[in-house]
């Protein structure tokens, strides 16, 4: 057997791939990213009265906004229906198989469903479909074609603009992923401005880690009425100095017959009327009248960025005039909020 050598007999040789290095990667992912805020803005631009219909079916519901979708818009489906239910509006994700095999079940006539589908016509969402139809549960849709099963049998429909996929083959969901991802932001942050919901609500749904740290309010971290230094402005300041060495938290409030707390004294205010007479003067003669105070309802964090511009070292905290605890610097720096 004769092996040639011909070199016009041997196959094409490969072509070698296009330089790859630190800049090309760099340059693709900035392609990526541009390609991906043009659709949002693009997207920002065409929000109408779909959206505000969306909003206020979804304020309407008793129960749960319940989210499905298939593969990647499963995905966005799940961190959708995740930040509904952190920012106040219960929310759950079904899957559209498991729908099929029971799960539908878990959707109930107080809820809304809201189904994404970029092609509109994702075969596995026909039960959750016609369950919404049979029991009249408000259908919410985000698709890419209005023109489409699931569009046509929405109530109300979100349409993504018609938008080129990030990916270079203009086939992997990536543009349109982002889009779902960002009109399900928009629907939560919407419904957080419609119902009031703030940070303390916040922090009830937040308890755990470092944004339940930051959101934890004064009331948490303040010490209650039988550790805080009070006295009544008639008080001689050689009595109202033993409380404020006692208690220690280098002050001591003033309060009137009623109770209110109406000054405050200080190192400060000590030194400032430093005489051989201060210990016979009243807490009412030294103190300094109407003191910054905080609300127990506020956020620790700020109540320490209070502390912290004016250069003090406590704040008491008042409901209704009335004095009701005291924070001290240390009690924030010990809960992390550094």
Not at 223 to 237: F, Q, R
Not at 246 to 260: A, Q
């Amino acid at each position: 057997m004769t092996i040639s050598t011909d070199l016009d007999d041997a196959p094409e040789a490969i072509s070698e791939s296009p330089p790859w290095g630190p800049a090309e990667a760099v340059t693709a992912g900035r392609q990526v990213l541009d390609a991906e805020s043009q659709a949002l803005a693009r997207l920002s631009e065409t929000l109408d009265e779909n959206f505000a219909a969306a909003v206020e079916a979804i304020a309407d519901i008793k129960g749960h906004v319940v989210l499905t979708g298939m593969g990647k818009s499963g995905h966005i489906a799940r961190k959708i229906a995740a930040t509904l239910a952190s920012t106040g509006t219960p929310a759950m994700y079904v899957h559209p198989g498991e729908a099929s095999h029971g799960d539908l079940g878990m959707i109930t006539s107080d809820d809304a469903i809201l189904a994404l589908s970029n092609s509109g016509e994702t075969a596995e969402l026909n039960d959750i479909v016609e369950h919404a139809a049979r029991f009249r549960i408000p259908l919410l849709a985000i698709v890419g074609r209005p023109k489409s099963t699931l569009g046509n049998s929405a109530d109300v429909i979100l349409v993504l603009p018609n938008m080129p996929e990030a990916c270079p083959n203009g086939m992997a969901p990536t543009t349109s992923t982002t889009m779902a991802l960002a009109i399900g932001d928009a629907l939560a942050v919407a419904l957080v401005v419609r119902s009031g919901f703030n940070g303390v609500d916040f922090r009830m749904l937040h308890p755990g880690g470092n944004l339940g740290t930051r959101l934890r309010t004064v009331s948490d971290l303040m010490h209650g009425a039988e550790h805080m230094p009070l006295v009544m402005a008639a008080m001689p300041m050689a009595d109202a100095l033993l409380v404020m060495t006692t208690k220690s938290f280098g002050c001591v409030g003033v309060t009137n017959d009623e109770g209110n707390l109406i000054g405050i004294v200080t190192d400060g205010d000590l030194r400032r009327h430093m005489a051989p007479d201060l210990l016979t003067m009243s807490a009412g003669e030294v103190m300094t009248p109407d003191p910054k105070v905080i609300g127990g309802r506020h956020l620790a964090a700020e109540a320490l960025w209070v502390m912290s511009t004016r250069e003090i070292t406590s704040l008491f905290v008042v409901e209704d005039g009335r004095p009701v605890g005291i924070l001290h610097l240390h009690d924030c720096l010990r809960a992390g909020l550094a």
